[in-house]
Structures are given as C-alpha cells and as structure tokens.
C-alpha cells in the first residue's frame, strides 16, 4: 500500500527556470513532510520539510508547499540549476512511525 | 566527523546464504531505521528500532532479522527466506523517532545469485 506518491518518474526543466515537483499522500495522520535529495549509489540528504500546521516553507532557492485538503505537498526551486540534477524522494510520518516514501521523481535541469 | 557507516558498498552472496549489512552510527542518535530501495520505488522501510534492545517491524519485515544491543550499531541479516534479496539498502539514524530529519548512510548494495 503506497502511502506517499510521486506520479511523476522524470522531470526535465531548463536551467534558470522554476522546476516543482508532486507529492500526494493518503494517510490523513501524516503530520510531517521532507523531500530528501538523492545522487546515485548514494544515501539521500535531507533537503527540507514542514508541518501540517504549515502552509509553506522557504529555505533559500527551495520552497515546500502543504495542501492538506487535497493531501498535495510541492517542492519548487527557482531558480533551478545544473548542480540540483538529481533524484527527489517525497516523505511522510507522524509521531511514532517510520518514514514513508514515495518512488521519487528524477529531476534533470539542463544547461 | 559524525556521521553512518555502513560497509561493506557492494555485497556478493549465494542464493540460501545468510547475510548481515552493517550499520554504525556515531551521531548519539536514539533511533535508528534500515530501508530498501528497489529500481523504481521509493524507500521501504524494512525495521527501525527506538532505543537498544527494541525494536519494531516496518512495511516489508519478513525475512529480514535485526538487534539493537548497542545504541551505535544496527546490524541487518537478509536471511535465506528473503525471496528478492538483491536491493540496495540503506540504514539512517535521527535524535528522535519518527526523525523530524533522519541522516542516512551510504548504502549497501546487496547481489544474491
């Protein structure tokens, strides 16, 4: 049962532009959410999250945006860069739990 | 440097062989966790344990096996009853349960033939 989704596999952005990656989740309890970033052969590094008492969260170039009605979270870069080429992991818990992950959405910024 | 260690990067077994992934961690981190990651799939949480001696079964326990005797270390065996062994495998620790953010390790890359 797959808890957390990214339906994209790939995005493909220019270099300069804003790239926003998708998350939706199923289980209303989730009240916590990262996105992870990941190279090959690698283990992920934490790249931001939020509450669900949030809307938004801004770190830099990086913004992550919760809609709980529509259990919908985004991750936006603006502006992309080469250097943000890399796989992007959605992920979710709530008190107690393990992390659960979604598939992942490959972002490629091109020069 | 603070961090996770698992070793070894690549992992070379026979079918029906018993094999135990390491993990350490000398972050001072409460709890730990071991994920699989598959082509095309997320993370599956495998075992996390919260403090030594406890652990806790995850989504895809079975035929998996682990100990928590001490707070650095975590080791996993992939036992002979796991039917798709070969996965990359990734353990992660954080200060607390549930994480707020969970620092991972490098990875294990398992080959079962």
């Given at each position: 049962d797959q808890q957390v989704k990214q339906n994209s596999p790939s995005l493909s952005v220019q270099e300069g532009r804003i790239s926003i990656l998708n998350c939706d989740y199923t289980n209303s309890m989730?009240?916590?959410?990262?996105w992870y970033k990941k190279y090959p052969a690698e283990g992920p590094t934490f790249l931001i999250s939020i509450s669900s008492i949030k809307d938004k969260n801004e770190d830099g170039r990086f913004t992550v945006f919760l809609n709980k009605s529509a259990k919908?979270?985004?991750?936006?870069?603006?502006?992309?860069?080469?250097?943000?080429?890399?796989?992007?992991?959605?992920?979710?818990?709530f008190g107690g739990?393990?992390?659960?992950?979604?598939?992942?959405?490959?972002?490629?910024?091109?020069? | 440097?603070?961090?996770?260690?698992?070793?070894?990067?690549?992992?070379f077994r026979k079918e029906g062989q018993n094999v135990t992934l390491s993990c350490e961690q000398n972050l001072n981190h409460d709890a730990m966790y071991w994920y699989r990651q598959d082509p095309g799939q997320g993370l599956r949480l495998i075992y996390y344990s919260?403090?030594?001696?406890d652990f806790q079964k995850g989504d895809i326990a079975e035929g998996y096996s682990v100990s928590r005797e001490k707070k650095e270390s975590f080791p996993l065996t992939v036992t002979s009853a796991q039917k798709n062994p070969t996965a990359f495998y990734l353990c992660a620790s954080?200060?607390?349960?549930?994480?707020?953010?969970?620092?991972?390790?490098?990875?294990?890359r398992l080959t079962v033939t």
């Open positions: 989730f009240d916590y959410f990262l919908h979270l985004s991750l936006h870069i603006v502006p992309s860069q080469p250097g943000d080429s890399a796989v992007y992991f959605c992920a979710a818990y739990s393990g992390m659960r992950f979604g598939a992942g959405t490959r972002l490629t910024v091109k020069p | 440097d603070g961090g996770i260690t698992q070793s070894p990067k690549y992992l919260q403090i030594v001696n954080s200060s607390q349960v549930g994480g707020y953010e969970q620092y991972f390790g490098p990875g294990t």
